[in-house]
């Protein structure tokens, strides 16, 4: 198991809270894959992908459609992706995604947060190199898979590293290997528990567990933001 995987094992990063808050954020997501690239699961990867994501975290299926159908909606909201990126306490680099349809309000709330904690927002590229973007898919352990003989099939498709628990399979990629992966593990049968894209830190920073503290505070703020999507940070 490599770099990767133990850092996905062993980060302090929370998660979402509250269960209404994560749909209304996989409803986002969900809106913004489909006015990018329709509303067919079957032809759009990035919505399926969000899709199974969704119904990992019990997000019900009447949600996830009426989700889609509005996003199809005359008038519909129209949201960016934008990505913000800054320092928090302890000189963390934090890359926080978000969905907005306000970028003015998103902004100022964010410099906001990272003011409050002792931090501030940098400009684009600041801290984008602390970071590799990774594909990451997740699928069930089962026994009868040969792990050794799963990564050399998957080489050929983008994958480059695969570590497993006893409950699950870990895979990761390049970003741009994405829709090979997917469609090789659909193409397999194998069940996919989740599948997104991560900002994988090259050189975690241990903190103390005050120090720690404090960055978890900022980290609580960004994620209750109804406009944030995802937070990546260097804490180790």
């Given at each position: 198991m490599g770099r990767a995987f133990e850092f996905r094992k062993n980060r302090k990063m929370k998660r979402w809270g509250q269960m209404s808050r994560a749909f209304t954020k996989y409803g986002k997501q969900i809106s913004v894959a489909v006015k990018s690239g329709g509303p067919h699961p079957e032809s759009n990867?990035?919505?399926?992908?969000?899709?199974?994501?969704?119904?990992?975290?019990?997000?019900?299926?009447?949600?996830?459609?009426?989700?889609i159908k509005k996003a199809t909606e005359k008038g519909a909201a129209d949201l960016?992706?934008?990505?913000?990126?800054?320092?928090g306490p302890y000189g963390i680099a934090f890359m926080v995604e978000t969905a907005t349809d306000n970028p003015t309000r998103t902004i100022a709330n964010l410099r906001t947060y990272?003011?409050?904690?002792?931090?501030?927002?940098?400009?684009?590229?600041?801290?984008?190199?602390?970071?590799?973007?990774?594909?990451?898919?997740?699928?069930?352990?089962?026994?009868k898979i040969d792990l050794d003989e799963l990564e050399l099939e998957l080489i050929d498709y983008g994958c480059e590293e695969i570590g497993a628990d006893e409950t699950e399979i870990v895979m990761y990629g390049g970003f741009e290997s994405f829709g090979a992966i997917q469609k090789f593990l659909d193409s397999k049968?194998?069940?996919?528990?989740?599948?997104?894209?991560?900002?994988?830190?090259?050189?975690?920073?241990?903190?103390?567990?005050?120090?720690?503290?404090?960055?978890?505070?900022?980290?609580?703020?960004?994620?209750?933001?109804?406009?944030v999507v995802s937070v990546f940070h260097t804490m180790g």
């Open positions: 990867a990035l919505l399926r992908a969000i899709i199974q994501n969704a119904k990992a975290a019990n997000m019900p299926k009447d949600n996830i459609e009426r989700a960016k992706e934008i990505v913000y990126e800054g320092k990272f003011s409050r904690n002792s931090g501030s927002i940098g400009v684009t590229g600041s801290v984008e190199f602390l970071f590799e973007r990774k594909c990451v898919f997740k699928i069930e352990r089962d026994p049968g194998y069940p996919i528990i989740t599948s997104e894209f991560e900002r994988i830190p090259t050189d975690p920073k241990e903190l103390t567990d005050e120090q720690a503290e404090e960055v978890e505070k900022l980290i609580e703020k960004l994620e209750d933001d109804d406009d």
